[in-house]
């Protein structure tokens, strides 16, 4: 059998709002990539929360989460992730349960520690709830017992939520969910399409603090990874510089909606700023399927990953589907090969 016969392969969309567009139509684009990636045979969709991002629409991620299992049928559809520490996980638990009772078997919680936002918007989010960081593991706990089923003697019940065992995932880029997601024994997402540097550590210590439980008996490691698949190296080296602009523009402190690609990047960073572009940028894919195949299989027998969570800030929509449509045939070969 292959190393990778047991492969996943799913999607991170942020929803990005192309420039010149609004976020209805981000919405409508989300939509027809979910509908695709299904038909594709991807295995969950996520969307993700920020916050006071112009180029990001999925800020309400829960109402999104909606849409998209509502113009779905087969596809799990969830969060890449709930920024917890923004909300009272009662809120979590009720949304989520909701999400639940009306797709049922399909929703999937994916928890993140980060505001999602900088700090000025997360106190504008937050006001007076208390919780950080610093609160995330005891947030969890008090989330997972509103979607267990109820004690006796629970005054405060999630309705709906309660007893619904919607799954849990924690979502990290650094080792502190790592650690968490170990002792609780749940799945792990490591944030390696942005921020790579402690990808292996993490997934170290993972693995090693593993402790089986009630929804896991072993590890389930996810890493997220930029794909630009297109027909041609040329044609995904090209469609890659729009995620590169979006990096520019974060490491410069001006987010801005998903700009087209270029021919020549080299006209818009310096050289320091280029190479911290590349550090970020690190776990991607770019290719036409032969030079796109190769680098998943290096991604994955570095890491050694149960599943992919692959992103993709393709400005045109034709080409993001045909980018996904790509993938998808590498993953499948990927699964048969040897099996």
């Known amino acids: 059998m292959n190393a990778h016969d047991g492969l996943l392969y799913s999607v991170l969309d942020l929803s990005p709002i192309l420039e010149g567009e609004t976020a209805a139509q981000s919405f409508r684009h989300s939509l027809s990539l979910a509908q695709h990636t299904e038909k594709l045979?991807?295995?969950?969709?996520?969307?993700?929360e920020h916050h006071?991002?112009?180029?990001?629409a999925s800020a309400a991620t829960s109402v999104v989460i909606g849409h998209i299992a509502g113009g779905t049928s087969t596809i799990r559809v969830g969060s890449g992730g709930i920024m917890l520490p923004n909300h009272a996980p009662l809120v979590i638990a009720e949304q989520f349960g909701t999400l639940e009772s009306l797709y049922p078997g399909r929703i999937d919680l994916g928890l993140g520690r980060a505001p999602g936002g900088d700090q000025l918007t997360a106190r504008a989010?937050?006001?007076?709830?208390?919780s950080s960081g610093d609160t995330f593991p005891a947030d969890v706990q008090e989330l997972?017992?509103?979607l267990g089923p109820p004690v006796p003697g629970q005054r405060v019940q999630a309705v709906p939520g309660q007893g619904l065992n919607v799954p849990l995932y924690l979502l990290g880029s650094s080792t502190f969910s790592a650690t968490l997601a170990a002792e609780l024994?749940?799945?792990?997402?490591?944030?390696?399409?942005?921020?790579?540097?402690?990808?292996?550590?993490?997934l170290d210590i993972y693995r090693s603090h593993?402790?089986?439980?009630?929804?896991?008996?072993?590890?389930?490691?996810?890493?997220g990874v930029n794909i630009f698949a297109a027909?041609?190296?040329?044609?995904a080296r090209r469609l890659f510089t729009s995620l590169q602009q979006v990096f520019l523009n974060l490491v410069r402190g001006r987010p801005r909606q998903l700009q087209p690609p270029v021919d020549d990047m080299g006209r818009l960073w310096t050289p320091t700023e280029a190479a911290q572009v590349d550090r970020m940028t690190r776990c991607s894919a770019i290719g036409g399927p032969a030079a796109f195949r190769r680098q998943i299989e290096m991604l994955l027998n570095d890491t050694g990953a149960d599943e992919i969570i692959a992103t993709a800030h393709i400005y045109d929509q034709q080409a993001r589907l045909r980018s996904f449509e790509i993938a998808a045939g590498v993953f499948k070969e990927l699964r048969q090969f040897n099996s």
């Open 185 to 202: 024994g749940l799945p792990f997402a490591f944030a390696s399409h942005f921020a790579p540097e402690l990808l292996h550590q993490a």
């Open 144 to 146: 997972l017992g509103f």
């Open 52 to 56: 006071n991002i112009p180029g990001v």
């Open 41 to 48: 045979g991807y295995h969950r969709y996520w969307v993700a």
């Open 210 to 223: 593993f402790q089986p439980s009630k929804v896991l008996e072993k590890p389930h490691v996810m890493i």
């Open 125 to 130: 989010l937050r006001r007076g709830l208390g």
């Open 231 to 235: 027909d041609t190296d040329e044609e």
